[in-house]
């Protein structure tokens, strides 16, 4: 059973001429990490935002395991389905490190005592140590923070994680570190992990590469 | 731990900028409000006296013909009083009166040497030793009432001429002489009051002669203040103080200082007076009622008073005879306007007072209304004069003080802005970006809506609610001592804190902050998931 599958997904923007994705369908499998490559405009991202459920696919189906996307609450699929990691960006300045990663859980109505804990080991598993839990974002590194926004991401526990550029703003070393951890994510855990990338290194170091041009999907 | 320390700390901070904006703006409303306070609570005194006194000397002839007290005093019309007090709302009349007030005690002061006085006279009966064209030659005089310190034997009166044919040589009758010493000698005037063509009864001219000589200047008054002399400095308080507007029905008066000495009176003694019913002008510059048969008071009323202080006129006792003056007399007794009968002061009549004040008010307006009131009078032969009573000292204080509190504020209500606008803007850049997270995190809008709005608006509006209250406090601790310190240069109220410039700013602050937050959350929770995302993606790929 794919961790995700789409079944002749096309998207054409509200008043676009053309479709922006054509016909893609693939299979994603859980415990695998992709990488989705291509030139600027061919559509990786918006794909992408189907895949999290952002958007819904204007023809073709999303499939969560056996559930299609159509049949399911946008809302309750992002909650648990996939997670998206953001750039580090979106942490927010005035809560700390560990303040940041239980946010999602303390909304959800999560117990303080448990997500605390959750988050202590997302944090550990990003190779944040405990003596920076309490920091505000401002007081680390790019990439610390980025490797923040990610553990933000794995506290949902989602079987599917979803990231567009994730290292767009990391230097070379820490771009090494990020994808170290996705991939772990993906083989210790069994999760599939899905990026989005113009780096090629990060193609690299994805188990597949899948190629966008001009909206439509390739497997290599 | 940290984020509620953090929570707290944004909480102070607000607090202390809505703080800053509230007790700066608040201070300065306080300001305004004592400054217009004191504004309209100023008033001018102005007096309306004759428009022109005449040269008038009591040693030539002219004295004798024209009584300078009746044609200088304005006898109103109810016309004209009307015009007058056509202000009446900002400015009634406050009229002055004068009565005939007889005591059975003391004796009227004499004037200063070599001034006529009114007041005496002398009745006798006598026999007309010989007639000339303008005097009299009285013989065997017997006293009959008056001044009995002028009784002679042999008197020579003067005569005016209308009267030679009236007496006889030879006759003896009643006569009615007034009296006056001039270098030690006494001199005399033969009065018509018992020409027997006015059919006055010699018994009557006794007693009016009797009267006069303890007649006193009864001046009615509400507030002596109100006077022009007194407020030029030439009438002056000596002893005690003089008679106020809060003296209004007690039965006080002010004499004299020399009337005290003379009769070894003290402040704290009482005065019984008959005071009479016929009411006249008390602007009488020579000093003394001629109380004759027409003035004479028909009905009388007797009042005793306690003596709360004593006056000097300037003029009283050196002038010289050439000279007019405004001065009341050494026999002058002021008394609340209160304390005039009701019998002889019955409220629909329209009295002749001399002086008339008004009290225009508004220290700001006392200028355009002594204009009005400038052509009204001219109108009726009378002028005004105008104290301000200060206000232009009290105008400049008014002004240096609110460039003074607007300097001493603004760092306040500048910083408190500033720092609340850096708040608010903070404020919203961190909902936003929470909100973007959480949405795309899966949060039911619902939740997101609650859960972001309710602490927002809960620490908002409790820092609003102890920014106001420290305002308050401050301020009302800080009033007592601002009022203190403005009262040394304008009147103060006993107001209490401008509640609405206190409450008001902070609330329509938070108001608005509120309702920003509110616009930005369902703006946010109404915003495409798609385009929140891309727009937060293409943020972090600009960083
Ligand atoms: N909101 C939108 N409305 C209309 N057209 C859009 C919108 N967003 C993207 N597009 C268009 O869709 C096409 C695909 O865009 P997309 O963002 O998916 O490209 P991409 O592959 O992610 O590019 P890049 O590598 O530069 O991020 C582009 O031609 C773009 O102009
Ligand atoms: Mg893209």
């Known amino acids: 059973m794919n961790a995700l599958t789409l079944e002749n997904v096309s998207y054409t ?88 990663v239980c946010l999602p859980m303390e909304m959800q109505g999560i117990p303080e005592a448990n997500a605390r804990e959750r988050a202590a080991e997302a944090l550990v598993k990003v190779g944040i140590e405990e003596s920076k839990h309490k920091r505000f974002p401002s007081a680390l590194s790019g990439g610390e923070q980025q490797r923040v926004a990610i553990a933000r991401s794995l506290c949902s526990g989602a079987p599917v994680l979803l990231a567009d550029e994730p290292t767009g703003n990391l230097d070379g070393e820490n771009t090494r570190i990020v994808m170290d951890i996705l991939r772990r994510l993906a083989h210790e855990e069994g999760r599939c992990v899905i990026v989005v990338t113009h780096d090629p290194e990060v193609a690299e170091a994805a188990d597949r590469v899948l190629r966008m041009k001009d909206g439509v999907l390739t497997a290599e | 731990m940290k984020r509620r320390f953090l929570s707290l700390l944004l909480a102070c901070l607000t607090a202390a900028s809505l703080f800053g904006l509230s007790y700066g703006l608040g201070l300065n409303a306080l300001f305004l409000r004592e400054a217009q306070y004191s504004t309209e609570a100023h008033y001018g005194i102005l007096t309306l006296l004759p428009e022109n006194v005449p040269d008038f000397n009591p040693g030539t002839n002219a004295y004798w013909t024209a009584d300078p007290r009746r044609s200088l005093i304005p006898v109103l019309t109810d016309d004209e009083y009307e015009k007058l007090n056509k202000h009446n709302t900002a400015y009634p009349i406050h009229p002055r009166y004068m009565t005939l007030g007889v005591s059975a005690e003391y004796f009227r002061l004499p004037p200063p040497e070599g001034y006529y006085d009114y007041a005496d006279r002398l009745v006798v009966e006598a026999v007309v030793q010989s007639i000339n064209d303008d005097s009299l030659q009285l013989t065997d005089c017997v006293f009959l009432g008056g001044k009995a310190e002028a009784l002679q034997k042999s008197i020579s009166a003067w005569l005016s001429e209308d009267l030679a044919e009236t007496w006889s040589v030879g006759d003896r009758t009643e006569f009615s002489l007034r009296t006056w010493q001039e270098n030690g000698l006494w001199l005399y005037r033969v009065d018509k009051e018992l020409v027997p063509k006015g059919g006055t009864k010699p018994e009557d001219v006794v007693s009016m002669s009797e009267d006069n000589l303890h007649g006193f200047d009864l001046v009615f008054t509400e507030d002596m203040g109100w006077i022009w002399r007194v407020m030029q400095g030439e009438l002056c308080c000596i002893q005690g103080r003089l008679i106020e507007e809060t003296d209004a029905g007690s039965r006080v008066c002010v004499v004299s200082e020399r009337f005290l000495r003379e009769n070894d009176l003290a402040l704290g003694d009482s005065l019984l007076f008959r005071v009479g019913d016929k009411l006249c002008s008390q602007f009488a510059p020579i000093g003394a009622l001629a109380y004759t048969t027409t003035q004479y008071p028909r009905r009388w009323a007797e009042e005793a008073f306690e003596i709360i202080g004593t006056f000097a006129d300037a003029d009283n006792g050196n002038w010289t005879a050439d000279e007019f003056a405004y001065a009341y007399s050494e026999s002058t007794v002021f008394v609340p306007l209160s304390a005039l009968p009701e019998t002889i002061y019955p409220s629909s009549a329209r009295y002749t007072p001399a002086e008339l004040t008004l009290l225009p008010e508004g220290g700001d307006a006392l200028e355009r209304k002594l204009g009005w009131m400038q052509e009204i009078a001219a109108g009726i032969g009378l002028r005004c004069v105008m104290d301000d009573r200060g206000w232009s000292a009290i105008a400049a204080g008014i002004d240096a003080e609110e460039a003074r509190l607007r300097a001493r504020t603004l760092p306040f209500i500048l910083s408190g802005a500033v720092l609340l606008v850096l708040l608010f803007a903070g404020l919203l850049l961190t909902v936003k970006r929470k909100c973007t997270v959480l949405r795309l995190a899966g949060v039911p809008k619902r939740r997101l809506a609650a859960r972001t709005m309710i602490p927002s608006l809960v620490l908002l509006w409790s820092a609003a609610a102890a920014g106001t209250a420290g305002a308050f406090l401050y301020l009302g601790t800080e009033a007592a001592w601002f009022r203190e310190k403005w009262s040394a240069f304008m009147q103060v109220s006993e107001q209490g804190l401008p509640m609405g410039t206190l409450i008001l700013v902070p609330g329509l602050a938070s108001l608005v902050m509120s309702g920003g937050l509110v616009l930005l959350v369902l703006l946010l929770l109404g915003q495409d998931i798609h385009d929140l995302a891309v727009r937060s993606q293409r943020k972090a790929g600009k960083q």
């Open chain 1, 13 to 100: 923007y509200p008043g676009g001429t053309s479709p922006v994705v054509k016909n893609a369908s693939f299979g994603f499998e859980a415990g695998t990490i992709y990488a989705v490559v291509g030139p600027s405009g061919s559509g990786k991202s918006t794909l992408l935002s189907m895949l999290a459920g952002l958007d819904m696919p204007g023809s073709g189906d999303v499939i969560l395991q056996e559930e299609n996307l159509k049949s399911l609450d946008l809302d309750k699929y992002r909650r648990e389905g996939v997670s998206i990691i953001f750039q580090a960006f979106c942490l927010l300045p005035l809560l700390t490190v560990r303040e940041n």
